[in-house]
């Protein structure tokens, strides 16, 4: 009987092979027309330690990671021991023979017989795959596409994958777990939340990139990485995130839409850049991908603890525009409109992500490059009145912005509180007219807030508010209510600052319980809508271990 959706999980440790069989497994899976959920865990250490990359397949849509494991794929004996109760009840183990304990649905693999040591990855890649009924010849041009058509080892990984696949069809079938064949399987991309991030830049004409090394965000500049030349990008690892902040506010002075991509313990070093940015009204994208804190915290799990940190950031007052994208599409599209942002209002811009959503493959539908214009809001020098004012006292708070060395007018930018040519003063009335322009930023940014997305029954007995990465187990959690016969409904913001509240009080007012669904202690989103809205939403779901929300998680916690 084939499945619908099953949740594959592989585990093992560090340097056993994870980092080859989940992409690759994820992409196979993709290629074959299934949706996918990809939930990364690891730990903080180059070798050793319990890792596990878990691939969530349905030919429907699926939004959220689940708990419960159809296929259990150990790569040592520490797996086997520790996820063996997390299986369904036809929940198969895939194991090497020397350590699959006995029982029914065991798949005890010689491996030794299948393949050399090093290519024993893709030898269980291969008895994986022929179990979900994934064709075999797929499944090589994955593999070639990844190591390559030509080589000694190529030619042994292709020995592997063949010896895999003759050997798992002279099983039992009753061990096969196929999938629901796809007919017809749409082309898709397989991508994770940082490699989005990383296209939603460069669509929108990104330029320069700094950073300093920190898990969870090294992939977005490694992705750019990846394609600078091709595309005429800087991207520069400095020697730390101050001089990160700082090499990319100058690159935007010069005119380069720039982004830095940090995590909390880095973005704590660029603060004051963020001020100078503020002060200065330098474009600039900051990516956020939070982890749990303080200080090192867990560095390789994810957490959605620094909202209130990112909103505050920074002495003194200036206006700023946050996104929290809740699934791989958002990432695109919302850092795209984080650049649209900053240089339309000469402010910072940011986007908050996590480890979860940064590390989750999804199928993705290709992304609809015609007509993105790389973005870019400069003045015309004709058109600028001598002498020129950098910062000059304007209705809407954004001043001209001309960039330095490309035309007659002279380019004056100052860290200190200035006159509107760009001077330093202290003169007080200078000063008050200066807070003020820019703080007319921020009716701009209020005209231009993305609604949040409200799912469901107009007046339900139960609403859900959720933020950011939260939003697939959330939806899901809801749907499940809903077919159980409670009306329900999702209220969800992928924009977390500013806040409209004509946007969403009648939703929260027309609701009988709310409750808001965070990856946090403290309710960081709940308390905002308190304050923003005065709305005070009382119930909440906590999840602050280090492990993503699932939607198992979520009716737990409204059970009890």
Not at 219 to 238: C, F, R, Y
Not at 279 to 286: A, K, N, S
Request: overall charge negative.
């Amino acid at each position: 009987m084939s499945e619908r959706e099953l949740n594959i999980l592989v585990g093992g440790e560090a340097g056993q092979g994870l980092a080859t069989i989940g992409p690759l497994l994820a992409k196979c899976l993709v290629r074959s027309g299934y949706q996918v959920v990809v939930t990364q865990s690891y730990e903080s250490r180059i070798r050793g330690g319990h890792n596990t990359f878990a691939v969530r397949a349905g030919v429907e849509e699926v939004a959220a990671p689940r708990e419960a494991v159809d296929v259990l794929v150990a790569l040592n004996e520490e797996t086997a021991t520790l996820h063996r109760g997390e299986l369904t009840p036809r929940g198969v183990v895939v194991a090497e023979e020397a350590f699959a304990a006995g029982g029914e649905n065991v798949v005890a693999v010689p491996y030794k017989e299948l393949a050399a040591g090093r290519y024993r990855n893709v030898a269980s890649l291969g008895v994986v795959t022929c179990l979900l009924g994934l064709p075999e010849d797929l499944v090589r041009q994955v593999v070639e596409g990844y190591f390559g058509k030509k080589g000694k080892a190529v030619e042994e990984n292709r020995a592997a994958l063949a010896a895999a696949y003759a050997w798992t069809k002279d099983l039992d079938p009753s061990l096969a777990r196929p999938l629901a064949p796809v007919t017809d399987p749409p082309r898709r991309l397989t991508l994770n939340g940082n490699q989005a991030i990383a296209l939603g830049a460069v669509s929108a004409g990104a330029k320069f990139c700094a950073f300093y090394p920190m898990t969870p965000s090294t992939s977005v500049p490694l992705t750019l990485i990846a394609h600078a030349e091709e595309l005429g990008l800087v991207v520069e690892q400095a020697e730390d995130e101050i001089a990160a902040i700082n090499m990319a506010l100058g690159a935007s002075y010069a005119g380069a839409p720039a982004l830095v991509a940090t995590s909390g313990g880095g973005f704590a070093l660029m603060v004051e850049g963020v001020s100078l940015a503020g002060m200065t009204e330098t474009p600039l994208v900051v990516v956020v991908a939070q982890r749990p804190g303080p200080a090192t915290g867990l560095p390789t799990r994810t957490e959605q603890a620094d909202l209130e940190f990112v909103l505050r950031a920074g002495h003194g007052e200036f206006p700023r525009a946050l996104y929290a994208p809740g699934t791989v599409e958002e990432c695109f599209h919302l850092t795209r409109r984080a650049f649209e942002t900053t240089q339309r209002y000469q402010t910072p811009a940011f986007v908050l992500t996590d480890q979860f959503l940064a590390d989750s493959f999804r199928a993705v539908e290709p992304f609809d490059a015609e007509g993105l214009e790389a973005v870019g809001a400069f003045a015309e020098p004709e058109a600028v009145a001598e002498p020129y004012e950098r910062f000059a006292v304007t209705a809407d708070g954004v001043s001209p912005r001309l960039l330095p060395g490309f035309s007659r007018h002279l380019v004056v930018a100052d860290s200190d509180e200035h006159t509107e040519d760009g001077h330093l003063t202290e003169d007080l009335t200078a000063r008050t007219r200066q807070v003020e322009k820019r703080r007319r930023k921020e009716e701009g940014l209020r005209r231009e807030v993305i609604p949040p997305t409200y799912e469901g029954e107009p007046r339900p007995e139960i609403l859900f508010v959720s933020w950011g990465s939260s939003r697939g187990a959330v939806a899901e959690a809801a749907a499940e209510l809903a077919s159980a016969g409670t009306a329900t409904a999702t209220l969800h913001f992928a924009q977390v600052w500013p806040l409209v509240p004509e946007q969403f009080l009648g939703h929260l007012e027309g609701a009988q319980r709310v409750i808001a669904v965070e990856g946090n202690a403290s309710g960081q989103f709940a308390r905002l809508l308190r304050a923003e809205a005065g709305v005070d939403v009382a119930s909440r779901v906590s999840r602050y271990d280090g492990l993503p929300l699932t939607p198992e998680y979520v009716l737990r916690a409204l059970e009890s």
